[in-house]
């Protein structure tokens, strides 16, 4: 009775992840490429409100608006709104110190990013709302590239192209980070061709301003939350590789590791928000990709857990699960010796750091999932940014 049992949880485990990590790239492509849904993209300067929450970012707002008034795109077509959230630093006297008119400055008591958004949305004048972070910098085409998509009348929403770039003295989980963030562009790639990507990045991305949804719940992603709101009201989502948005890496993996629990507790909250969108009647295929995406993804851990579990079961009833066992011990081995390492130059390398940062963003997904059953909201927090000036190397020409 037990060894059927293991075997029933061995195969199925073993045939979700398979299709988590492989047959949903493979169904994303072969949708693609059965459906290619070309953006149609032309020349053009909308006016465009760039609004930014902030909360004790004196260490980067001078350069956040530095960069966002150098970037080329016509000065009487665009403003840049920031809502401070409470701050008790100097983040307020900074922007108060920026004489351009293009700038604009409200303060809010101390309640929350999502509060800030949306009250700072009905004092933006531009037919575009582009939200951005306060330690995100924009390449110089960044808006245009994201205004042409805005010719095609079926996009409601685009999202640009986030990169991370290396700090000094950063641990391991950084390669991996940026190692995930190419395969998840190459994901939204795909989902573009296919008709709409799941969800933006809070680095960089814009939606039409009638499509803004205020967020009924301050507990929930405001990227994922504001971003799927255009496709719950019939737009496309796509997403725009040329459009460039650079951010720092988190340096710390403990940092990290509380970053995605936050991320993943406030991400699957915003599903159970739009879970309408998970019904493939009426929104399509786009339900299939959510599922897969944001949904089975999250439960990965759940399934490595059964997966082993079972495996170590099974392991005296034959070779094959002796080697399946073997091989996972072999993985969270490396992974182990991954955290070990990970501050220094032999951590970095991809055999040590791929299995580590997988580990860690399981295991953070893993209590996230508890989190969530507990009931735990996560509306606010406090950022643990650190200055980047110097630290980052930021190119704002062409990218390869």
């Known amino acids: 009775m037990m060894a059927t049992l293991g075997a029933w949880v061995f195969w199925s485990a073993t045939a979700a992840l398979i299709y988590i990590y492989a047959g949903f790239a493979l169904l994303l492509a072969a949708a693609g490429r059965l459906r290619n849904r070309t953006v149609r993209k032309r020349s053009i300067t909308p006016r465009l409100s760039m609004i930014v929450a902030a909360y004790n970012e004196e260490s980067q707002i001078r350069r956040k608006i530095d960069n966002s008034l150098d970037l080329d795109y016509p000065d009487d077509a665009f403003e840049l709104i920031i809502g401070s959230d409470g701050s008790s630093d100097a983040t307020e006297a900074i922007v108060t110190e920026c004489n351009d008119p293009r700038v604009h400055l409200y303060v809010f008591p101390r ?14 004048s531009g037919t575009i709302l582009l939200f951005s972070d306060a330690n995100t910098l924009l390449d110089r085409q960044a808006l245009k590239q994201l205004a042409r998509n805005f010719a095609d009348p079926a996009v409601g929403g685009v999202c640009g192209n986030q990169i991370y770039r290396e700090r000094h003295g950063s641990e391991s989980s950084g390669a991996g980070e940026r190692l995930y963030w190419s395969y998840d562009k190459w994901l939204k790639a795909q989902q573009t061709r296919c008709g709409s990507i799941v969800a933006a990045d809070g680095a960089i991305y814009a939606i039409r301003r009638e499509l803004y949804q205020p967020p009924p719940t301050a507990a929930v992603t405001d990227d994922f939350a504001i971003s799927t709101g255009v496709v719950e009201q019939g737009r496309r989502l796509v997403f725009e590789s040329e459009a460039l948005a650079y951010e720092p890496e988190t340096q710390r993996a403990h940092e990290e590791f509380g970053r995605k629990v936050r991320i993943v507790v406030r991400g699957l909250r ?13 929104y399509g295929f786009y339900s299939v990709v959510l599922f897969s995406h944001k949904v089975l993804r999250r439960l990965a851990p759940l399934l490595l857990l059964g997966l082993f579990a079972s495996s170590a079961l099974l392991a005296s009833s034959g070779d094959f699960f002796r080697v399946a ?14 955290y070990v390492t990970r501050g220094q130059r032999i951590g970095r390398s991809k055999p040590l750091s791929a299995p580590f940062h997988y580990c860690l963003v399981n295991g953070a997904a893993l209590v996230a999932l508890v989190k969530l059953l507990r009931g735990t909201r996560i509306e606010r ?20």
């Open 111 to 124: 309640r929350g990013k999502i509060h800030v958004l949306n009250d700072c949305v009905p004092r933006a």
């Open 270 to 282: 915003g599903v159970i928000m739009r879970r309408r969108l998970l019904n493939p009647f009426r």
């Open 325 to 338: 066992l073997s091989g996972q011990v072999a993985f969270y081995l490396l992974a182990g010796v991954g």
């Open 381 to 400: 927090w406090q950022t643990q940014r650190r200055s980047t000036v110097g630290e980052m190397e930021i190119r704002v020409g062409p990218t390869d």
